[in-house]
């Protein structure tokens, strides 16, 4: 904090603050002018990302089993309930349905969520994975399955 001009009882002025992390902090809108209109700004930032068309992402949850025990985590940790063989055909012909009559989509991306999304991996994600072959992929995961 003293290399940054930030004393221990973090009385904060601008001005005391090395401008390298000021100018930084700014440049990435962390720090704002006080004649910015914050409001006005994320509407505009909600306006722009609501009236893409040409990106379509799409998050499934194919279970929401964990094998974890987090205190904070309000799911039922033993559940083995997951998506079924006929819930991936009906998701894979509503996506290609969709792709297919919006031609202006020019990048679909497909998340994984849920308790731990990739518990059913071989079930229900390579499936999915196999089937929908245009899609970029990711997963929010704990991911401790893994070896």
């Given at each position: ?25 700014k440049?990435n ?18 306006e ?9 992402e ?83 995961v704990?991911?401790?399955w893994?070896?």
């Amino acid at each position: 904090m003293t290399k940054w001009g930030i004393d221990d009882k973090l009385h904060l002025s601008l001005s005391n603050i090395d401008h390298r992390l000021v100018n930084t902090l700014k440049e990435n809108k962390i720090i704002l002018d006080d004649d910015i209109n914050e409001r006005n700004m994320v509407k505009n930032i909600l306006e722009e990302t609501n009236n893409v068309n040409d990106v379509l992402e799409f998050t499934i949850i194919p279970s929401l089993a964990c094998n974890f025990s987090c205190w904070y985590c309000y799911e039922n940790h033993n559940n083995k309930e997951h998506i079924s063989q006929p819930e991936i055909k009906h998701i894979v012909l509503a996506l290609e349905k969709i792709i297919k009559n919006k031609p202006e989509i020019t990048t679909f991306k497909i998340s994984f969520f849920g308790g731990e999304p990739l518990l059913f991996f071989k079930s229900v994600v390579v499936p999915l994975i196999e089937d929908i072959k245009k899609a970029q992929f990711n997963s929010s995961v704990f991911g401790a399955w893994l070896r």
